[in-house]
């Protein structure tokens, strides 16, 4: 069995934070409810990353770490009664959907991860899906408006060549995705805050290529523009957002952040939402104590930033924070750990 490179890069930081929510010692959080600037909705189980529903009217949740035996792990959130429900998935391959040697993974049972949404050539809407269960590999559903509600469609897979973090669909049904410990040989830090990883582009044509010039330190979500030419990509350890010319292939622009950008959305207004923790101090029974979180604004032309949301002082909304999603006039909160999604005012 080839040893799994993202358990051994996880293993220091992701999984320590889904163990600290599990057994503590706990970060010390604010309770549950509505507070001066912000809400707790609690009730979630490790929301890492987030898609809007086709309408925008609710919000697909990838709860890192709560698949497996269980299920795929992708739930429905409804914003209006603040509940979270299991997503419906049934199974009908399709060409054109992935490799066409990649068969549906037992039980339907993923570790999901990174996702993305966007229109698939055959004109219906695709979910991919990073999962980490029973294989490394990139899950592709259709996302369908039944009945019933929303649901979820199996439509097709890639075992990939090694760990995915994020994704981005490409307009051919292909996708570019972060591989952070692509560089690294086994064993070694991946948090150290040098080259790490890279990223890579899937065509059924041509496969995974690795694109030049995408080396940074722990590259992790990835997003790209309306008219794929850009991708955004944020460096997680090097604390900074990259634009990358995905025609010319090479990169653009690099902006500072100051701290550590985990996923990445895209705003109403088309421009980018990052979030993640200010960094870790400190030491928690022999693991790294997370500290705040940021989120921030990114203008995809100049690469200005503007903060929207900083945490000052005293017990945090929400610890391990990985995703911010705007809806209407509310931004939306998750993480790669705990019981938690935190609503805060959008201010333009």
């Known amino acids: 069995m080839r ?9 220091l930081f992701s999984f320590v934070g889904i163990s600290l929510a599990q057994r503590g ?8 409810g509505q507070h001066d600037d912000f809400e707790v909705i609690c009730g979630a189980e490790s929301p890492e990353d987030f898609e809007l529903t086709p309408d925008g009217n609710g919000i697909i949740v990838a709860q890192f770490g709560r698949g497996g035996a269980t299920g795929p792990g992708l739930v429905l959130f409804d914003p209006e009664e603040e509940k979270f429900s299991d997503l419906s998935v049934r199974v009908e391959p399709r060409q054109g959907w992935g490799d066409a040697g990649c068969i549906a993974p037992e039980g339907m049972a993923l570790n999901p991860h990174g996702l993305s949404l966007a229109t698939h050539p055959d004109g219906g809407t695709g ?4 999962n980490h ?11 369908s408006d039944a009945a019933s509600g ?15 973090n994020d994704l981005a669909i490409m307009p051919d049904g292909g996708f570019v995705g972060t591989r952070p410990t692509a560089l690294q040989e086994p064993g070694a830090n991946a948090f150290g805050g040098g080259n790490s990883g890279n990223l890579a ?13 995408t080396e940074s330190g722990y590259p992790n979500g990835v997003v790209v523009g309306p008219e794929a030419r850009y991708a955004y990509i944020a460096v997680w350890t090097g604390q900074q957002a990259i634009k990358y010319d995905l025609d010319a292939r090479e990169r653009v622009e690099t902006v500072d952040l100051g701290f550590m950008p985990d996923n990445l959305t895209w705003t109403e207004g088309g421009r980018l939402l990052a979030a993640g923790i200010q960094g ?13 979180f940021e989120v921030a604004e990114i203008d995809p032309e100049t690469m200005t930033v503007r903060t929207v949301f900083r945490s000052q002082g005293g017990p945090s909304p929400i610890s391990g924070v990985s995703v911010a999603i705007q809806r209407d006039d509310d931004v939306y909160v998750g993480s790669f750990q705990g019981d938690r999604v935190v609503r805060i005012d959008w201010i333009d």
């Open 201 to 213: 582009v899937w065509t059924p044509e041509s496969g995974e290529v690795v694109l030049p010039g």
């Open 3 to 11: 040893q799994n490179l993202w358990i051994l890069s996880l293993a």
């Open 150 to 164: 929303w649901e979820l469609i199996w439509r097709g897979c890639l075992e990939t060549e090694i760990d995915y």
């Open 280 to 292: 870790i101090a400190g030491d928690c029974d022999g693991v790294p104590c997370i500290q705040g």
């Open 127 to 130: 979910l991919y899906v990073v």
């Open 133 to 143: 269960n029973q294989r490394e590999s990139i899950e592709m559903f259709e996302v």
């Open 25 to 32: 010692p706990q970060p010390d959080l604010t309770a549950c």
